[in-house]
């Protein structure tokens, strides 16, 4: 498949433009339209849904959602007694879902203008996380939201743990200085996946660069030795 560097998808991330990411042919073998949720607005969102087809989703870090007092679906399915639904696709690790969500101000939920309202909302509070406001974002998120609703939450964990498009993204904003805050949607065409040549297509005609997983995990973790060479230093 063709390859941008990683520091056009970057670039185009700090940009708020989207990056096409390809987990693994070992994995889900599928590309994901990926792009950081402060750029999200109504054309992004119709763009996600009329380019991609997929589940339009919004990921922050397991550790934010713990503060907001969300856990991942299956914890919450085990514990109110419906365990047995729980179980695991091919690619052996658990879903990122956590609980689906509207803003309150929204009309049906699912219409682009909903749906970017509801992302761009979720995206302030992850803001507020990230600033140390954990109180301003509880309350932001408790009497701003309601449940269910139309977008689901994505609560990605670390890449030694799960390396799926959730954590993929997620590092992906990492690297690029950015707010841990996405918006992901899996590329569709009729009965099956996009596969990496069609969407290679794709991420020409539009000029979005495309990355695989591989090429973000060992600059990832590249940055981690950084990270840790630094303290050592010190």
């Known amino acids: 498949m063709e390859e941008h560097s990683l520091e056009e998808a970057i ?13 693994d042919w070992s994995r889900e073998a599928e590309v994901d339209y990926v792009i950081h949720a402060s750029a999200v607005d109504v054309d992004v969102v119709y ?39 729980v179980k695991r696709l091919s690619y052996g690790d658990e879903p990122a879902f956590s609980i689906w969500v509207n803003k309150v101000t929204v009309a049906t939920g699912i219409r682009d203008y909903d749906r970017a309202e509801t992302i761009r909302g979720l995206d302030e509070v ?16 408790y009497n701003e939201f309601m449940s269910p609703g139309h977008i689901p939450i994505l609560l990605g964990r670390s890449l030694r743990v799960r ?17 841990p805050s996405i918006a992901l949607v899996e590329m569709l065409t009729r009965g099956r996946q996009l596969l990496p040549s069609e969407a290679a297509r794709v991420a020409r005609d ?26 050592g230093e010190e």
């Open 11 to 23: 670039k185009a991330f700090r940009e708020g433009r989207p990056v096409l990411v390809f987990d």
């Open 47 to 85: 763009e996600m849904r009329v380019l991609c087809g997929g589940l339009i989703c919004y990921a922050m870090p397991l550790e934010y959602g713990r503060v907001l007092g969300l856990d991942l679906a299956s914890e919450i399915l085990r514990r109110v007694g419906l365990g047995r639904l």
């Open 126 to 141: 992850n803001r507020l996380i990230h600033e140390g406001r954990v109180e301003e974002a509880r309350t932001l998120f």
């Open 163 to 179: 390396r799926g498009h959730t954590e993929l993204g997620l590092a992906l904003a990492e690297l690029a200085g950015l707010r």
């Open 206 to 231: 539009h000029g979005y660069p495309m990355v695989t997983g591989r090429q973000i995990i060992k600059a990832f973790n590249e940055l981690l030795s950084r990270r840790n060479s630094l303290r």
